[in-house]
């Protein structure tokens, strides 16, 4: 029998911790909880969680500086809440190296819903050879590690960014839909005015943009979605 998969909660509203831990468990999850960021980068070292779910508004050390001391040392998956119409949270968020946010107040089902997407795309079937490896120019992928090269250095991405990138660079020159890659990305579809995948790829680009002067570019094409080029 499979584990459950293990959740950390990081918020310091102690009747949502509560609400939401019992909905999670009842849903058949390992759920923990941390009343602020410090305790959360504890617990998250010593439990090793499938998912973290992470909210921007607390005391102390908010989500948003919490996440960015977690990316340097963890790449675990990140779902962020955020203020209903706080945009500027959910771009730092997912700047920052969130993997999806959803905006308070939601129902339950909904957040059960992102959760899932979540773990199903970290459940994915990945190659099993070791060999097995995705190459477009300078750009080496391996998913089975977790891994992207490029000009031989090691790419610090998210999985969502790592998921982005090997799909435009399995197909690099041809234009994969933003609905294809929100799926790859989030496990989930694409819905209106949402602006999660464009940030991951801006935020990939910077990424690139800074490991090499080699000619790869991601474009956008306008109503279409993006391609990968290699000059």
């Given at each position: 029998m499979n584990e459950p998969a293990k959740i950390l909660l990081i918020d310091d509203d102690r009747a949502l911790t509560e609400m939401l831990s019992e909905l999670l468990q009842t849903e058949g999850y390992d759920c923990s909880v941390a009343g602020k960021g410090s305790e959360g980068l504890q617990k998250e070292r010593e439990e090793r969680p499938?998912?973290?779910?992470?909210?921007?508004?607390?005391?102390?050390?908010?989500?948003?500086?919490?996440?960015?001391k977690l990316r340097e040392t963890s790449q675990v998956a990140v779902?962020?809440?955020?203020?209903?119409?706080?945009?500027?949270?959910?771009?730092?968020?997912?700047?920052?190296?969130?993997?999806?946010y959803l905006a308070k107040p939601f129902v339950a089902?909904?957040?059960?819903?992102?959760?899932?997407?979540?773990?199903r795309r970290l459940t994915q079937?990945?190659?099993?050879?070791?060999?097995?490896t995705t190459q477009a120019g300078p750009l080496t992928i391996d998913l089975s590690k977790e891994r992207a090269q490029l000009d031989g250095v090691i790419l610090p991405l998210t999985g969502a960014e790592l998921r982005i990138l090997e799909s435009l660079a399995s197909r690099h020159g041809e234009i994969v839909s933003r609905e294809e890659l929100t799926q790859v990305a989030l496990g989930r579809e694409l819905s209106p005015y949402d602006r999660a995948l464009d940030t991951h790829v801006s935020h990939l680009r910077n990424k690139l943009a800074k490991a090499t002067r080699a000619p790869l570019a991601i474009r956008s094409v306008r109503?279409?979605?993006?391609?990968?080029?290699?000059?």
């Amino acid at each position: 029998m499979n584990e459950p998969a293990k959740i950390l909660l990081i918020d310091d509203d102690r009747a949502l911790t509560e609400m939401l831990s019992e909905l999670l468990q009842t849903e058949g999850y390992d759920c923990s909880v941390a009343g602020k960021g410090s305790e959360g980068l504890q617990k998250e070292r010593e439990e090793r969680p499938d998912l973290v779910i992470l909210d921007v508004m607390m005391p102390g050390d908010d989500g948003i500086t919490t996440l960015r001391k977690l990316r340097e040392t963890s790449q675990v998956a990140v779902l962020m809440l955020t203020a209903m119409g706080e945009d500027d949270d959910r771009v730092l968020g997912l700047e920052a190296g969130a993997d999806d946010y959803l905006a308070k107040p939601f129902v339950a089902r909904e957040l059960v819903l992102r959760i899932q997407a979540i773990l199903r795309r970290l459940t994915q079937a990945r190659p099993t050879d070791a060999g097995s490896t995705t190459q477009a120019g300078p750009l080496t992928i391996d998913l089975s590690k977790e891994r992207a090269q490029l000009d031989g250095v090691i790419l610090p991405l998210t999985g969502a960014e790592l998921r982005i990138l090997e799909s435009l660079a399995s197909r690099h020159g041809e234009i994969v839909s933003r609905e294809e890659l929100t799926q790859v990305a989030l496990g989930r579809e694409l819905s209106p005015y949402d602006r999660a995948l464009d940030t991951h790829v801006s935020h990939l680009r910077n990424k690139l943009a800074k490991a090499t002067r080699a000619p790869l570019a991601i474009r956008s094409v306008r109503g279409a979605g993006y391609r990968l080029v290699i000059d």
